[in-house]
């Protein structure tokens, strides 16, 4: 990706493991919600993706865009995730296909599934050996209204792919946490997507060619129940981690 | 179902078809988004589904759900979806698990699928003979803004069912015509849906048992792409039309 590469929501923390591993790699430019603490190494602006001109002059010249930007909280009640997530989330799709942006990558989640976990499933399908797995051919089944506005971003960003061509890679992304996985927390486990692993899956959305995808970014963890096989095939994600080599915050492997 | 049931968008074509075959059928409660023209043979309201008071009081006390309203027109505009559609159907099925309510049929559409009809399928797909099928089971493709709220309030559904266990029927209606079929027009023919299965499919789907189904609403047209198999086995829909028999406006079988 040689153009701009426009990431919104650079506040957050999936943006923070993108940037400190990929910061050199792109030209990058920022999208900030509230003013950060110091001074960003990057290109710039201050913006609210419900903001229809924030968003145009944000996408203004890219190549590509990295849509981080929304309400992260699972719990977020419905009128916050419907203005951040949905209509923010339309707002960069409507300005991306103005723009002639080649690629979106999508920030979506774990929650847009949440709901396949059920009582009957669980804590086995969190466990090493448990053959259950989510491939993202799968119907989306959220566990909260976050979970909502994410599965109801990944089929918008479905229909900017048909009507417009423009490339969409939705990420589910896991349990991000820097450092060591989850501890004393089997799920958190089972989805962990370490720092590194996230900036590599991101680079692999930005580098790969494709149409629309919809894959799970998680480390190559133990137990898992989201299978990276799509990730690995399509957008050659090689993830480097796994939550099975760490024994509460001590690497043991 | 004895209790009462409130269908929404009393005023447009679906509540139109299903209040003329099933009006002596039920304990109707009509919500309208304008006063009507006539006096309304049922107790009713006008409100708003934007509304959440307005919502509230057309739900209270019904034992069941026929969530019709929204902005109908395939082109419309975001806005109005975003707000009509999906954060109506969200103000509804709030105020339903609010209530108590057993049972909520949702009017999807065949614009939460319509991307399927790509250049190298169509027109072939829309012929009697051809084998391509869509069953509910496929990740939405919808072919504009409407399409997309429609595919949204889907998904939405199937929380307000996993999280609350309200049975959730998402009906994704066809080519709704009084009389007879869409004349010279092969895709209208293919997803036709005539007034008295419009009625049946959505009587089938306030008796039946079921968790949370997605199935398509047409009648039994020779030619078809959308698979009637769901509804007939967990519904017991029995179409008992066919745009076949058809020729221009005059039935010939």
Chains 1, 2 share one sequence.
């Not at 409507?94 to 009582?119: M, R």
Request: aromatic share 10%; net charge negative; proline share 5%.
């Amino acid at each position: 990706m040689d153009e701009q590469v426009l990431l919104t929501g650079a506040g957050g923390r999936v943006g923070e493991a993108v940037l400190r591993e990929l910061g050199d790699e792109y030209d990058w430019r920022l999208l900030f919600h509230n003013p950060p603490d110091e001074e960003p190494d990057h290109e710039y602006r201050i913006g609210d993706v419900d903001d229809g001109d924030d968003v145009a002059k944000a996408v203004e010249g890219v190549g590509a865009v990295v849509h981080l930007a929304g309400d992260p909280r699972p719990s977020a009640p419905w009128d916050s995730v419907m203005r951040h997530n949905i209509d923010g989330t339309h707002n960069v799709y409507e300005a991306a296909v103005d723009e002639g942006v080649e690629k979106f990558v999508y920030a979506s989640s774990n929650h847009a599934v949440g709901a396949y976990e059920t009582d009957e499933r669980t804590p086995e399908m969190y466990r090493a050996g448990d053959e259950f797995r989510l491939d993202g051919t799968e119907l989306p089944r959220p566990g909260n209204h976050y979970g909502v506005s994410k599965a109801s971003c990944e089929v918008m960003g479905r229909y900017y792919h048909d009507e417009y061509g423009i490339s969409v890679c939705n990420i589910r992304i896991g349990n991000l946490t820097e450092g060591h996985p989850p501890i004393d927390y089997e799920r958190g486990q089972a989805m962990w997507l370490s720092y590194p692993d996230c900036a590599r899956i991101h680079r692999c959305a930005l580098e790969a060619d494709y149409e629309f995808e919809t894959v799970y970014g998680i480390s190559d963890n133990d137990r898992k129940y989201y299978s990276l096989e799509r990730a690995r095939e399509v957008l050659g994600y090689d993830p480097q981690d796994n939550s099975a080599e760490w024994d509460g915050d001590e690497k043991t492997v």
